[in-house]
């Protein structure tokens, strides 16, 4: 497996709290991933980075903020957590942008 | 916004059936293909990709998918199941020169019965 950490694995919280969740690797891959699980919609994009400080918003990226300060590192942060947001969250990395993409473990998100 | 459809929510199999399991995507253009298996409880893995080349493609496990550029699709195949291989399988698919990150389908769960 791919050396990816996603910290926490489990997390419970009060909605209208701030969130972070991390992912750490250890490839030095270039291209970090957010992205979350939900029955019947797959798997789908939050944000992404492409480098150091270089991040861009994927298909649900409201209410979502992410932070890259080094390679190895990629957050998320959610600013004011909500219901809706209870998820499962995975963090994925890949050398390049048509690369296969390897995934973390998943950290599952309740917000009550 | 690029799209992919899984044609089937949920297989119902026995063991030493074989498998077929559905994938299209919206894009004529240059692609990207995976198949991605989730067991129960876990992350997804890669089974499979193309890139280019034989479109007929072998993976871990005993699967295989083949690239049919003129039908979108790019499913996924064993010829016979086993109960292991119970769990929810994802295509995606790296549209190029369209954001090139990955679009996942919803999954397919698939339930082998011993």
């Known amino acids: 497996d791919a050396g990816i950490t996603q910290s926490p694995r489990h997390k419970v919280t009060e909605t209208g709290t701030p969130v972070t969740l991390r992912c750490h690797q250890t490839?030095?891959?270039?291209?970090m991933y957010w992205y979350r699980q939900d029955p019947g919609h797959g798997l789908r994009l939050i944000h992404y980075?492409?480098?150091?400080?270089?991040?861009d918003k994927g298909e649900v990226s409201d209410g979502y903020s992410v932070s890259r300060s080094k390679t190895e590192d990629f957050l998320l942060t959610l600013e004011s957590a909500t219901s809706s947001q209870t998820s499962v969250y995975f963090c994925a990395i890949s050398e390049g942008p048509n690369t296969e993409a390897f995934f973390g473990q998943g950290t599952r998100l309740t917000v009550v | 916004a690029q799209s992919v459809s899984q044609h089937n929510h949920h297989v119902i199999l026995s063991e030493a059936a074989s498998l077929e399991l559905g994938c299209n995507y919206s894009y004529g253009g240059t692609v990207n293909l995976f198949w991605y298996v989730q067991y129960p409880g876990q992350h997804l893995q890669l089974l499979l990709k193309y890139f280019s080349g034989d479109p007929l493609v072998k993976g871990i496990k005993g699967f295989e998918a083949e690239f049919i550029k003129s039908k979108f699709s790019f499913n996924l195949r064993k010829p016979s199941v086993q109960w292991s291989d119970t769990a929810e399988y994802f295509c995606?698919?790296?549209?190029?020169?369209?954001?090139?990150?990955?679009?996942f389908g919803p999954g397919t769960r698939l339930s082998v019965l011993p």
């Open positions: 490839e030095n891959h270039r291209y």
């Open positions: 980075s492409y480098g150091v400080k270089d991040t």
């Open positions: 995606a698919v790296i549209f190029h020169n369209y954001g090139q990150n990955f679009v």
